[in-house]
């Protein structure tokens, strides 16, 4: 399809463990954000990638979180050594540069036992 | 940085009455209020946005008012439908419509009673 693809859309680990995202943004957009939903919260900003300029990472919770976007497509957020309130969906969005609106994907739902 | 708070957190209407969705936020120079509905296991989707130069927006049956003064705006929804229901988001932010710099609410729960 056209739209934001995030893979996997299901992630169960144990904690200590590292895990990978992925999300393919619609081609042609220029910026890439990452943002975290956590049961009975908002939408969590956590990085944003716009062209080849360095990214936004002021919303990253810690050391552990990281991510990359290569060729300026396709993106990876990975968290390190995962605790239990890592637990939550992530999800992806990408837009056209300046217009305001997000696309958001599925997400991804991370689930650390 | 910008604060948005967002109320109710749970709403329930009778099919066919309106629901208001009200957000407050706390950065005075915040211009770009988009509003974003979440059906069970999908993304938000933007539904209707507003900019600072206008008072109110209009689609169908949404409708978003902005009061700069009182830094809050709502979110409208007359004749509600089942397809209505959906945890809907506010957000602002001081780039002037560019989708970096939200700041989201924490969503409310839209249920609509058959």
């Known amino acids: 399809g056209a739209g934001v693809s995030q893979s996997p859309s299901n992630k169960v680990t144990e904690k200590g463990k590292d895990v990978e995202l992925r999300c393919d943004p619609i081609s042609g957009h220029t910026a890439l954000y990452w943002y975290r939903q956590s049961l009975g919260q908002g939408l969590e900003f956590l990085i944003y990638?716009?062209?080849?300029?360095?990214?936004?990472k002021s919303g990253l919770p810690s050391d552990r979180f990281s991510a990359e976007r290569t060729g300026g497509s396709v993106s990876t957020l990975t968290i390190q050594r995962t605790q239990q309130e890592d637990s939550a969906v992530y999800l992806c969005?990408?837009?056209?540069?300046?217009?305001?609106?997000?696309?958001f994907g599925e997400g991804s739902r991370l689930t650390v036992l | 940085g910008e604060n948005v708070e967002q109320h109710p957190s749970t709403l329930s209407v009778q099919e066919g009455d309106s629901a208001v969705i009200k957000c407050t936020y706390s950065?005075?120079?915040?211009?770009?209020f988009p509003w974003y509905k979440q059906e069970l296991g999908k993304g938000p989707q933007l539904i209707i946005d507003?900019?600072?130069?206008?008072g109110e927006k209009k689609d169908q049956r949404i409708a978003v008012t902005l009061n700069k003064t009182a830094k809050h705006f709502s979110l409208h929804i007359t004749e509600t439908q089942p397809e209505d229901s959906a945890v809907y988001f506010c957000a602002a932010s001081i780039r002037g419509g560019g989708a970096d710099g939200l700041t989201f609410g924490k969503g409310t729960h839209l249920i609509i009673q058959p």
């Open positions: 990638f716009q062209g080849n300029s360095a990214p936004d």
């Open positions: 950065d005075s120079a915040s211009n770009y």
């Open positions: 969005a990408s837009s056209i540069q300046n217009t305001g609106e997000l696309f």
């Open positions: 507003i900019r600072s130069n206008v």
